[in-house]
């Protein structure tokens, strides 16, 4: 087991206190930065940085870093979203660690979906059943891995199944 403690750390933002949302710093008790290339390679980094290592992913709309001593969450609900976060992200080093032999880790960004290639397939008529207000704010989302093929009503089967083959080449079901 490579992480096995952590203390967590929440609270709101000093700009603006008065933010609905808290961020969360949790330290951890083990230095993990072996760790780090192995998760970038198996949960598609969204930023990776070599020296000093880190590791920033975009997870269901919250930035999430990971750095050698420390794991950085913002914008989370409460508490307990922090608490569901930071379990499984310990369970996913320990799971990568054990298997790092069968993991070719990854030094760089890993690929990202393109805003413009899901916009493409949407049927841009901005009609907001889907919730947002343009087909390009739901392509954005789709990019991040907040909305998938499902959440656009409009769309054919046709480009359902496009869209569904380009999304699948990206780490994006957290």
Same mark, same amino acid.
């Given at each position: ?78 508490? &307990? %979203?922090?608490? #569901? ?9 320990? $799971?990568?660690? /054990? ?43 789709? &990019? %991040?891995?907040? #909305? ?9 089967? $046709?480009?359902? /199944? ?13």
């Amino acid at each position: 087991m490579l992480l096995r403690g952590y203390r967590k750390k929440i609270f709101r933002a000093d700009c603006n206190p008065s933010f609905q949302n808290v961020h969360c710093h949790a330290h951890l008790d083990e230095d993990v930065s072996e760790v780090i290339p192995y998760l970038n390679a198996e949960l598609g980094g969204h930023q990776f940085i070599k020296e000093p290592p880190s590791v920033t992913f975009k997870i269901y709309g919250r930035l999430i870093t990971i750095y050698a001593k420390k794991i950085a969450v913002n914008a989370l609900k409460d508490e &307990a %979203e922090a608490d #569901k976060i930071l379990t499984w992200l310990k369970n996913q080093m320990n $799971e990568i660690w /054990e298997r790092r032999k069968e993991i070719e880790p990854l030094y760089e960004n890993a690929p990202h979906p393109k805003v413009i290639e899901i916009l493409k397939l949407l049927p841009k008529t901005n009609c907001r059943e889907c919730g947002q207000p343009t087909c390009m704010v739901f392509a954005s989302l789709a &990019a %991040e891995g907040v #909305k998938g093929v499902e959440d656009c009503p409009q769309l054919t089967e $046709e480009n359902q /199944e496009h869209l569904s083959k380009y999304l699948s080449q990206f780490k994006l079901d957290y």
